[in-house]
């Protein structure tokens, strides 16, 4: 059919063809955005069909546990125990019981005094039978001391004049050094925590505290342990060798993390809300070591003129090598690892064949 050339459309006409022209713009614009839904479902597709490549390959190795990967032992499943065996108790052997103590706070004697036939038995001339210790703790109990400031009026300039309060007992606080020894030592070493240690407190040594009692009390504590533990990082820090370590911590239900650093001589302790390299750097303070020890994490690395991977890291990867079926290297490798590891001279070097049919050179 032969196109007819419209000349001058009508109003009518001009309208309708803009709206269909708009209406495929619309069109085309959804068929781009949907073609560009498409390449993204496409790639996740392709990215979860590698994931599945990689999950399926690993399906046949063996387990992670903490003895041949770096997960801690409280990630471990613990083997059922064997049933106890019936053991022969063997005959004429001697006896072990507690050694006495060498200084004995109190000696107690007794005498005999009375023989099963009536007889009164005099103490002149008995001989020591038999003798044992016994131990208890006795009852716990604060000390409360009433301190009394008295002031008097100045004869001369007529001041008021109020008596200092002794150094061991001053004011602010009812606490003694005892009691602020023992709440930092079970909060920090046994891990107690306030609303707990409040109960321990009351229930083992009779002593009634607040949370926010014990909270000032490690304030003050930390406060009087900042320079001594200055003078340990000082220490860590002028070491040839340091060895560092990190692992997570609970803090105000967030993830934190604990980190060490130690020589041979002293072991620092830093907790901070991060993992990474920043805080090993903020530690040394442009201090560079002549060796750093430690395991593989990249937060670990680059902060020595040499490094020496953890030994214990490298065993657990050369066991689960082992566990995955592998006779040749790991074996040797671990036992080499575990010889270093315990001062003991290397292994001979083993005559088994490699798989190229070469044997390993002397």
């Known amino acids: 059919m032969p196109r007819r050339e419209i000349d001058s459309p009508s109003g009518d006409g001009a309208q309708l063809v803009a709206s269909l022209l708009a209406r495929i713009d619309g069109l085309m614009a959804q068929i ?5 839904r498409i390449d993204e479902l496409l790639a996740q597709v392709k ?5 599945i490549a990689e999950l399926e390959a690993k399906r046949g190795g063996p387990p992670k546990t903490p003895d041949n990967s770096s997960l801690p032992p409280s990630r471990g499943q613990k083997a059922n ?8 108790r063997r005959k004429g ?15 107690r004697r007794f005498f005999a005094e009375h023989c099963a036939c009536g007889a009164v038995l005099s103490e002149a001339g008995q001989e020591l039978a038999k003798e044992y210790d016994h131990i208890d703790i006795p009852p716990i109990r604060p000390i409360t001391t009433r301190v009394e400031l008295f002031r ?22 009812p606490f003694g050094p005892g009691i602020a020894s023992m709440i930092a030592y079970l909060h920090g070493c046994q891990m107690i925590g306030f609303k707990r240690l409040t109960e321990v407190c009351q229930g083992l040594f009779g002593l009634t ?12 504590v930390g406060e009087a342990i900042a320079a001594p533990a200055e003078r340990i990082a000082a220490e860590v820090r002028a070491s040839e060798v340091i060895a560092s370590d990190e692992t997570s911590a609970r803090v105000k239900g967030k993830t934190w993390w604990q980190w060490t650093f130690g020589c041979a ?4 302790h830093v907790i901070a809300p991060t993992r990474g390299k920043c805080v090993p750097t903020d530690f040394l303070g442009g201090v560079k070591p002549q060796m750093w020890l430690s395991d593989r994490l990249a937060a670990q690395l680059g902060h020595a003129e040499e490094h020496q991977f953890c030994l214990a ?15 040749i290297f790991a074996p040797d490798f671990k036992a080499l690892l575990k010889g270093r590891l315990c001062g003991r001279p290397p292994p001979a070097r083993s005559r088994r064949r490699h798989h190229c049919g070469a044997s390993p050179p002397s």
Do not use: F, W
């Open 32 to 36: 781009a955005g949907r073609d560009e």
């Open 47 to 51: 990215a979860l069909n590698a994931r």
């Open 81 to 88: 125990a064997e049933p106890p065996t019936v053991k022969r």
């Open 93 to 107: 052997r001697p006896g072990v019981a507690r050694e006495l103590a060498e200084k004995p706070d109190a000696t």
């Open 152 to 173: 008097a009026t100045c004869p001369c300039c007529k001041a008021r004049v109020t008596a200092s309060a002794p150094a061991d007992m001053p004011e602010g606080t």
């Open 209 to 220: 505290i607040s949370q926010g009692a014990i909270a000032n009390v490690l304030a003050r």
């Open 265 to 268: 001589t002293a072991v620092y």
């Open 313 to 327: 890291h490298l065993i657990r990867d050369a066991q689960y090598a082992i566990d995955h079926g592998d006779t």
